[in-house]
């Protein structure tokens, strides 16, 4: 009873951690984990999920377990590929070692894209918005160079610094000082659509998105929780922009 217990718990966090780190919204990742422990047979299954951690317990007579998360990315596939297995199992279709297999090959299976895709695919993204914000056609190509080479460097200083806000404060810098001097050389026309449309791979569109959704599901903590995380991302792009402007 008391190693089948343990398996099941550990299913449970295991599945609640992949998705907590890979983007999933806090209430979401609490009634996964209740519906797995239900499904083994533990209706009384309680948790207590945050940003940076998992509490979590099968039943009162049962141990309380504590899962840390230090880092958080953004993979939508990994959370729906646990969503996926939470609904086998409640189908009876898993058993208690195929869904920990399952869980930990998708805990293991690196980044879905190659960092060169995200790069490429970041600069598109910055010229693209450079067009939806009613940028020239002139600008795209320096908005794709200024949003590949900025999302380079976030990945860079955050390797090296290991905080986030500043990676995004200097990624942020980086980005407006190539955007003056494309402008200043006459590469560029427009150094505010440019600046614009290549900070957009860095805002945190999904943070404030799952920020409101916690808030309004009642998960105040973490809605407040994400929502200062955004903040702060906001503060920091906005910040190495401005620093440009003021050196420039």
């Not at 646990?82 to 070692?97: H, M, P």
């Amino acid at each position: 009873m008391t190693v089948s217990s343990t398996k099941i718990s550990d299913i449970c966090l295991i599945a609640g951690k992949i998705m907590l780190v890979n983007g999933g919204e806090t209430y979401r990742v609490e009634d996964t984990m209740s519906r797995i422990a239900k499904a083994f047979g533990y209706a009384n299954a309680h948790s207590f999920v945050t940003p940076t951690g998992i509490i979590f317990s099968l039943e009162d007579s049962e141990a309380t377990k504590f899962v840390r998360i230090s880092e958080r990315t953004v993979n939508l596939e990994k959370v729906t590929l646990v969503n996926s297995i939470s609904r086998q199992i409640a189908e009876g279709t898993l058993s208690v070692e195929e869904a920990i297999q399952h869980l930990d090959e998708i805990d293991n299976t690196p980044h879905s894209y190659s960092i060169s895709l995200r790069i490429i695919a970041s600069g598109l993204v910055s010229a693209c918005f450079l067009i939806m914000f009613l940028g020239q056609w002139k600008d795209f190509v320096p908005a794709f160079i200024a949003g590949s080479i900025g999302f380079t460097c976030f990945i860079y200083f955050h390797k090296v610094i290991k905080i986030q806000f500043f990676a995004e404060f200097l990624a942020s810098f980086v980005i407006g000082t190539l955007a003056y001097w494309m402008v200043h050389l006459g590469v560029g026309a427009q150094m505010d659509k440019i600046i614009i449309g290549s900070v957009m791979p860095l805002v945190p569109g999904l943070l404030i998105t799952n920020a409101v959704r916690d808030l309004m599901a009642g998960h105040l903590v973490s809605g407040l929780s994400k929502g200062a995380e955004a903040f702060l991302t906001a503060f920091a792009i906005g910040s190495g922009v401005a620093v440009v402007f003021t050196i420039y």
